[in-house]
């Protein structure tokens, strides 16, 4: 069943267009990432939904219900959805009873049941009831936030990229904490994020937003192993792109013939390589797989991404290897491939991203 | 203008910017009702300008001429340059010295003397001059004007130089030793250019006052534009002679207001970057601290002792003293309108205020300005305007209390401006955001949290502007009804007579209606009540 869906949504901010036909369907009971980069227009995208924004065009519905659409105008207090912005947006003046059972009917606000039933949901001991905002660390006013916006048993829980104004330890448990109080909901989530890695660990779909358009919507693996193009390659993390020509199912590049992530289809194409799918080795002599030289290494303790200049071509390749230690600066290494690279259309020259 | 509290000019708020990312852009935040509201307050406020602009205009050229070229106005425009230029450089010694002091010395007890030194401004300069002229029987002229006006003034300067050298960042300090700058220059250098805002603010404001006091001038016998402009009106309603000094009155605040700004200039100088601010390091003063000490504790009697010991005095006389059922009238329609103006002011200032705390437009930026602009015009100009503008216009409104309403909303406007828009800008708009996902609708969200939110920002401002006008008496004199005596009218009539013991009562009152500005100027930040 659908829960949201987004049809040809355009926005613009006074003389900027933001949003450029945006179409989207979020099943319930699932968590959909929006992922792009500040600026893209995925906080827009957001507010349209809730309300806080007319769309210039185009169709939101909520559930079955047409809110925002060619005459038609719900207001966001008659959408109901649960909303939590970057830095929660707990009134200041109201405890977290009273934050928590703001938008409930009267006559359940005096009753305190659901108001420890919120704060057990969200992983909080019951006496923070009785706190005021101000005496909450970042995580718990996030958690508040997030009870507070569960209160009403929303259709639709709307996240503002919540955790980006935590640090990063914080982050990490609170994330868990909201992921794990949303799931027991079963909630419909769309977070709004700038952090790939939220995107990829949080939500069930990801949808990649780049200048008010969505590059690709589909499960985390798959628009990280096979993105559309070479901006949604990057927004998901690091990958370098180097110009191949394919040929029956085998794609000939600077680092050797490779197997083709695709059968069909001939001619010139971009070979995507993410840092984990390069394999290092000293190069020996009569070495079958392309060698170069190290010319960088950053090392992080868990691994390290190490920049080799192929000798094949004059192209910089980007490595992530747990070799401990890393291969020095201006060693020798041979540089094999690891499964197959995902193939996308003839965009731009190559080079590291 | 009052003579006692601080006017605020125009300035530039840090923290609203902020608020308004293009991104959170409120839709419903420049509502035609709000732009219409401001636009009408400011046109109300510029009304004192309008009238006299078009008085002079009526003259014609020549006229007008005529009389700005008479002996009598080079003498009132000496002696009101005289004035400004001694009082403003000696408040300038005496508020930053004493600033320094107390801020960044070792010098003992300096929460005593950061209250002492605000506390001035709680003392009308008016009583502050009968005070003097009973101490001292003789005083008068500009070498008394020069005494009175700096000890009643100085505040305005200490207030924000203190606030600013109080939270000043010493990191700029360090910055510019390890550059290799010694401590003399680095004083100089980064010291006084941190400190220069707020020192330019507060010497505008010791100017405005300068230009619009009219009782402690006219007790020590110095006439200015101000009490020459009210003899005349005292003399016959001669609003054409007036007309022409009221207008180069309002030239010269003009003419203050623009140096201060071009002085200013659009440099930042508050700390970039994030982090928390340290406090800034104290000089030890060793063995200078005796002779600080005499030098604050001199300040602090000639400016705070002097008054309360002859106010004291009088009061306790007992083959003189009054019953304090005499203040009963007086106090009470005081209060009276001190609350009515509090509250028709603060009200004023919303519009405009809600339209600047969520977006800065030049629109907003304009209708504020203009309400600045026409608050530093000095109250007897704004008086005699509303007394021409109600005998043509309205003549059942003249003598009324609302015409006296009128002119202390027009006069303390900024005053409640300045809070009400941190009151505004205080409240994060993502709440209201908040509060619609939650269930309630656009009137629901104010009143359950933009209202209480906001109130006790307000509060301070319609406090600032209920203290204002209960110790203002140009205005008063000239427009509360007749019958109507406020305590500062009837000190004034009480003092004229020279009965001094009738009036030291009235005087007494006042100091203690004003008390609790010391408290609210000390209580908020260098940014709400200095320019």
Same mark, same amino acid.
């Given at each position: 069943?659908?829960?949201?869906?987004?049809?040809?949504?355009?926005?613009?901010?006074?003389?900027?267009?933001?949003?450029?036909?945006?179409?989207?369907?979020?099943?319930?009971?699932?968590?959909?990432?929006?992922?792009?980069?500040?600026?893209?227009?995925?906080?827009?995208?957001?507010?349209?939904?809730?309300?806080?924004?007319?769309?210039?065009?185009?169709?939101?519905?909520?559930?079955?219900?047409?809110?925002?659409?060619?005459?038609?105008?719900?207001?966001?207090?008659?959408?109901?959805?649960?909303?939590?912005?970057?830095?929660?947006?707990?009134?200041?003046?109201?405890?977290?009873?009273?934050?928590?059972?703001?938008?409930?009917?009267?006559?359940?606000?005096?009753?305190?049941?659901? /108001?420890?039933?919120?704060?057990?949901?969200?992983?909080?001991?019951?006496?923070? @009831?009785?706190?005021?905002?101000?005496?909450?660390?970042?995580?718990?006013?996030?958690?508040?936030?997030?009870?507070?916006?569960?209160?009403?048993?929303?259709?639709?829980?709307?996240?503002?990229?919540?955790?980006?104004?935590?640090?990063?330890?914080?982050?990490?448990?609170?994330?868990?904490?909201?992921?794990?109080?949303?799931?027991?909901?079963?909630?419909?989530?769309?977070?709004?994020?700038?952090?790939?890695?939220?995107?990829?660990?949080?939500?069930? $779909?990801?949808?990649?937003?780049?200048?008010?358009?969505?590059?690709?919507?589909?499960?985390?693996?798959?628009?990280?192993?096979?993105?559309?193009?070479?901006?949604?390659?990057?927004?998901?993390?690091?990958?370098?792109?180097?110009?191949?020509?394919? $040929?029956?199912?085998?794609?000939?590049?600077?680092?050797?013939?490779?197997?083709?992530?695709?059968?069909?289809?001939?001619?010139? /194409?971009?070979?995507?390589?993410?840092?984990?799918?390069?394999?290092?080795?000293?190069?020996?002599?009569?070495?079958?797989?392309?060698?170069?030289?190290?010319?960088?290494?950053?090392?992080?303790?868990?691994?390290?991404?190490?920049?080799?200049?192929?000798?094949?071509?004059?192209?910089?390749?980007?490595?992530?290897?747990?070799?401990?230690?890393?291969?020095?600066?201006?060693?020798?290494?041979?540089?094999?491939?690891?499964?197959?690279?995902?193939?996308?259309? #003839?965009?731009?020259?190559?080079?590291?991203? | 203008?009052?003579?006692?509290?601080?006017?605020?000019?125009?300035?530039?708020?840090?923290?609203?910017?902020?608020?308004?990312?293009?991104?959170?852009?409120?839709?419903?935040?420049?509502? %035609?009702? !709000?732009?219409?509201?401001? /636009?009408?307050?400011?046109?109300?406020?510029?009304?004192?300008?309008?009238?006299?602009?078009?008085?002079?205009?009526?003259?014609? %050229?020549?006229?007008?001429?005529?009389?700005?070229?008479?002996?009598?106005?080079?003498?009132?425009?000496?002696?009101?340059?005289?004035?400004?230029?001694?009082?403003?450089?000696?408040?300038?010694?005496?508020?930053?010295?004493?600033?320094?002091?107390?801020?960044?010395?070792?010098?003992?007890?300096?929460?005593?003397?950061?209250?002492?030194?605000?506390?001035?401004?709680?003392?009308? @300069?008016?009583?502050? =001059?009968?005070?003097? =002229?009973?101490?001292?029987?003789?005083?008068?002229? !500009?070498?008394?004007?020069?005494?009175?006006?700096?000890?009643?003034?100085?505040?305005?300067?200490?207030?924000?130089?203190?606030?600013?050298?109080?939270?000043?960042?010493?990191?700029?300090?360090?910055?510019?030793?390890?550059?290799?700058?010694?401590?003399?220059?680095?004083?100089?250098?980064?010291?006084?250019?941190?400190?220069?805002?707020?020192?330019?603010?507060?010497?505008?404001?010791?100017?405005?006052?300068? !230009?619009?006091?009219?009782?402690?001038?006219?007790?020590?016998?110095?006439?200015?534009?101000?009490?020459?402009?009210?003899?005349?009106?005292?003399?016959?309603?001669?609003?054409?002679?007036?007309?022409?000094?009221?207008?180069?009155?309002?030239?010269?605040? #003009?003419?203050?207001?623009?140096?201060?700004?071009?002085?200013?200039?659009?440099?930042?100088?508050?700390?970039?970057?994030?982090?928390?601010?340290?406090?800034?390091?104290?000089?030890?003063?060793?063995?200078?601290?005796?002779?600080?000490?005499?030098?604050?504790?001199?300040?602090?009697?000639?400016?705070?002792?002097?008054?309360?010991?002859?106010?004291?005095?009088?009061?306790?006389?007992?083959?003189?003293?009054?019953?304090?059922?005499?203040?009963?009238?007086?106090?009470?329609?005081?209060?009276?309108?001190?609350?009515? @103006?509090?509250?028709?002011?603060?009200?004023?200032?919303?519009?405009?205020?809600?339209?600047?705390?969520?977006?800065?437009?030049?629109?907003?930026?304009?209708?504020?300005?203009?309400?600045?602009?026409?608050?530093?015009?000095?109250?007897?100009?704004?008086?005699?305007?509303?007394?021409?503008?109600?005998?043509?216009?309205?003549?059942?409104?003249?003598?009324?209390?609302?015409?006296?309403?009128?002119?202390?909303?027009?006069?303390?406007?900024?005053?409640?401006?300045?809070?009400?828009?941190?009151?505004?800008?205080?409240?994060?708009?993502?709440?209201?955001?908040?509060?619609? =996902?939650?269930?309630?609708?656009?009137?629901?969200?104010? #009143?359950?949290?933009?209202?209480?939110?906001?109130?006790?920002?307000?509060?301070?401002? =319609?406090?600032?502007?209920?203290?204002?006008?209960?110790? $203002?008496?140009?205005?008063?004199?000239?427009?509360?009804?007749?019958?109507?005596?406020?305590?500062?009218?009837?000190?004034?009539?009480?003092?004229?007579?020279?009965?001094?013991?009738?009036?030291?009562?009235?005087?007494?009152?006042?100091?203690?209606?004003?008390?609790?500005?010391?408290?609210? !100027?000390?209580?908020?930040?260098? $940014?709400?009540?200095?320019?």
């Amino acid at each position: 069943m659908t829960a949201l869906r987004l049809t040809g949504i355009t926005a613009s901010h006074p003389r900027t267009p933001v949003l450029h036909g945006i179409d989207l369907t979020v099943a319930s009971g699932t968590t959909t990432a929006v992922l792009g980069p500040s600026g893209c227009g995925k906080t827009t995208l957001l507010r349209v939904v809730a309300g806080f924004m007319r769309p210039d065009a185009g169709e939101v519905r909520i559930g079955d219900e047409l809110v925002a659409g060619p005459g038609t105008w719900v207001p966001p207090e008659k959408r109901g959805f649960g909303y939590v912005a970057q830095e929660g947006n707990l009134f200041p003046h109201l405890d977290v009873a009273a934050n928590l059972s703001y938008g409930l009917p009267r006559r359940e606000r005096r009753a305190r049941e659901r /108001v420890a039933e919120l704060l057990e949901l969200v992983g909080l001991p019951a006496e923070t @009831a009785s706190r005021r905002p101000d005496q909450l660390s970042g995580g718990q006013q996030q958690r508040v936030a997030l009870a507070r916006a569960l209160a009403r048993r929303p259709r639709v829980v709307l996240l503002d990229e919540p955790f980006s104004a935590l640090d990063p330890e914080l982050r990490a448990t609170t994330r868990e904490a909201v992921a794990d109080a949303l799931a027991h909901e079963g909630a419909t989530v769309v977070l709004v994020t700038h952090d790939q890695a939220e995107a990829l660990s949080f939500a069930d $779909e990801v949808a990649v937003m780049h200048e008010g358009r969505l590059s690709q919507v589909g499960a985390p693996s798959l628009v990280y192993s096979s993105p559309a193009d070479r901006r949604s390659a990057l927004s998901l993390g690091e990958a370098c792109f180097l110009p191949g020509v394919l $040929e029956a199912g085998v794609v000939h590049c600077a680092l050797g013939d490779l197997p083709a992530d695709r059968r069909s289809g001939a001619g010139p /194409v971009e070979v995507m390589i993410r840092p984990e799918q390069l394999r290092l080795a000293d190069a020996r002599t009569g070495a079958v797989a392309p060698t170069g030289e190290v010319r960088h290494v950053a090392y992080f303790g868990h691994d390290a991404l190490v920049e080799v200049h192929l000798d094949t071509a004059d192209v910089l390749v980007r490595a992530r290897t747990s070799h401990t230690p890393p291969p020095p600066v201006g060693s020798r290494v041979e540089v094999t491939v690891d499964g197959r690279p995902h193939l996308l259309a #003839v965009g731009s020259a190559p080079g590291i991203g | 203008m009052s003579t006692t509290a601080p006017v605020t000019t125009p300035t530039p708020t840090p923290g609203s910017a902020s608020t308004a990312s293009p991104r959170r852009r409120r839709p419903g935040g420049g509502s %035609p009702g !709000l732009r219409l509201g401001a /636009v009408l307050v400011a046109l109300v406020c510029l009304l004192p300008l309008a009238v006299v602009a078009l008085k002079a205009f009526e003259a014609g %050229p020549s006229e007008v001429a005529a009389l700005l070229l008479r002996p009598r106005v080079g003498e009132l425009m000496r002696n009101t340059l005289a004035l400004v230029a001694l009082t403003g450089t000696l408040a300038t010694v005496l508020g930053v010295g004493a600033a320094w002091l107390v801020e960044r010395t070792s010098l003992p007890l300096a929460g005593l003397w950061r209250v002492l030194f605000v506390a001035p401004l709680a003392i009308p @300069a008016f009583v502050n =001059s009968f005070a003097w =002229s009973t101490v001292l029987p003789g005083l008068e002229g !500009l070498g008394g004007a020069v005494l009175v006006t700096t000890l009643s003034y100085f505040p305005f300067v200490f207030l924000p130089v203190a606030a600013m050298l109080r939270s000043a960042d010493p990191g700029l300090e360090e910055a510019a030793r390890a550059l290799g700058l010694g401590p003399w220059r680095t004083a100089a250098k980064v010291g006084l250019a941190q400190v220069r805002p707020a020192l330019l603010g507060g010497v505008l404001l010791v100017a405005l006052h300068l !230009l619009s006091e009219f009782g402690a001038l006219e007790m020590l016998r110095f006439p200015t534009f101000t009490t020459a402009i009210l003899d005349q009106f005292d003399v016959a309603f001669d609003s054409r002679s007036g007309s022409v000094l009221a207008l180069v009155l309002v030239g010269l605040a #003009v003419a203050l207001l623009t140096v201060e700004l071009l002085a200013r200039g659009r440099t930042r100088y508050v700390r970039v970057g994030s982090g928390a601010a340290r406090r800034p390091a104290r000089a030890r003063l060793g063995r200078a601290t005796p002779l600080a000490l005499l030098a604050v504790t001199a300040l602090a009697v000639l400016a705070v002792g002097v008054p309360a010991w002859v106010t004291g005095t009088w009061l306790t006389r007992p083959e003189e003293a009054l019953e304090p059922t005499v203040l009963w009238p007086a106090l009470w329609s005081t209060v009276r309108l001190a609350l009515v @103006a509090a509250l028709v002011t603060t009200l004023a200032t919303l519009p405009a205020a809600w339209l600047l705390a969520r977006r800065r437009t030049w629109f907003g930026v304009l209708v504020e300005r203009v309400s600045y602009l026409a608050s530093s015009v000095p109250g007897v100009v704004v008086a005699l305007a509303l007394i021409t503008l109600s005998i043509t216009w309205a003549r059942s409104l003249y003598q009324t209390s609302a015409v006296l309403v009128l002119a202390y909303v027009v006069l303390f406007i900024p005053r409640a401006m300045v809070s009400t828009r941190a009151a505004v800008a205080a409240v994060p708009p993502e709440l209201s955001d908040a509060a619609r =996902s939650l269930g309630d609708g656009p009137l629901r969200t104010f #009143v359950r949290v933009q209202l209480p939110l906001m109130l006790r920002g307000t509060l301070a401002g =319609s406090a600032l502007v209920a203290i204002a006008v209960s110790t $203002e008496l140009t205005a008063t004199l000239l427009l509360a009804p007749t019958g109507t005596q406020t305590l500062s009218t009837a000190f004034w009539e009480a003092s004229a007579s020279l009965d001094y013991a009738a009036a030291a009562p009235y005087a007494a009152a006042l100091v203690l209606l004003s008390a609790p500005l010391t408290w609210l !100027l000390l209580r908020s930040g260098p $940014e709400e009540h200095t320019p």
